[in-house]
């Protein structure tokens, strides 16, 4: 363990101390984009969460790798789709009784946004659609066994001074699946902020607040991320380094954790 936090340790003062791209203007532009959840940005983002002291003798400790592509699609003058995927790749161990450890993929989110293309009067950009619970879990114990739907929306205004704020929402239902398996009826709310710091450097804050009404526990880790725009050859690319507090979790929930993300970008030419 003492060395996964030297490991994040350099990593975060790599990205702090990452010379200033000579594409700052673009980088910047693209991390305006990154901090908007429906931008026109075609991207990869590959999320890889670590929390620790989870399970009920809070020694057990979960990994999980989040595949997130996001792709926007032009469905009209006007209006754009914009497809955002969720698959998990998770290693957990020490956290359920029993087998001591579990591996594979989760249940995957997959959500749809229908976007105008032009701001409201007051700068704001929104979209709404449905999303859907998929149970592509390979281990029953890393998943719900669950088909679930519901409603999702985002709303959020980006100042001239560098600032974004907004919050995205969403609520699935299960409606088929194993009949053993605890039905589905969980609220997700992720406030967020981000503040600009030029040359594609970005400050974030956001609550991942989740509320399972079957058994009325909420779940709201408070992050914090640095991240940075740059390129690998040809290629544009983000990194990311942050820390996790949870604010609320269950029993046997987590109580802290780390965060790294590594995002291709795909930007229209």
């Known amino acids: 363990m003492s060395r ?5 340790a350099c ?36 999320q890889l969460n670590w ?56 249940d995957t989110v997959q959500s749809l946004f229908f976007s105008p293309k032009a701001l409201t009067a007051g700068g704001w950009t929104w979209g709404v659609g449905p999303v859907f619970l ?15 739907a519901g409603p999702t929306g985002v709303a959020l205004k980006q100042t001239t001074t560098g600032w974004t704020y907004g919050v995205l929402v969403n ?6 699946g194993e009949s053993d398996r605890r039905d589905v009826n969980a609220t997700y709310l992720q406030p967020f902020l981000a503040k600009s710091l030029g040359q594609g450097r970005t400050l974030s ?11 009325d526990q ?13 390129r690998i050859g040809t290629q544009l690319v983000s990194y990311q380094a942050g820390v996790r507090y949870y604010l609320e979790a269950p029993d046997n929930g987590p109580q802290w954790g780390l965060r790294f993300t590594f995002t ?6």
């Open 4 to 8: 996964f936090l030297r490991v994040t």
């Open 11 to 46: 990593v975060t003062s790599i990205l702090a101390a990452a010379p200033i791209p000579a594409f700052a203007q673009n980088a910047d532009a693209l991390a305006r984009q990154l901090s908007n959840p429906i931008a026109s940005l075609t991207s990869v983002p590959m």
């Open 51 to 106: 929390d620790t002291d989870l399970g009920s003798d809070g020694e057990g400790e979960c990994v999980t790798l989040n595949v997130q592509p996001v792709i926007p699609v032009s469905i009209s003058e006007e209006w754009n789709m914009i497809s955002r995927t969720i698959v998990p790749i998770v290693s957990q161990w020490d956290v359920i009784p029993g087998p001591d450890n579990q591996f594979g993929l989760g």
């Open 134 to 148: 998929l149970p592509t879990a390979t281990d029953d114990l890393l998943g719900t066994e669950k088909w679930g």
């Open 171 to 176: 609520h699935l239902w299960s409606f088929a």
């Open 205 to 215: 804050f956001a609550l991942e607040s989740t509320k399972d009404w079957e058994t």
């Open 218 to 230: 909420w779940t709201v880790p408070f992050n914090m991320g640095f991240s940075q725009v740059t």
């Open 264 to 269: 291709l970008l795909y930007p229209r030419r």
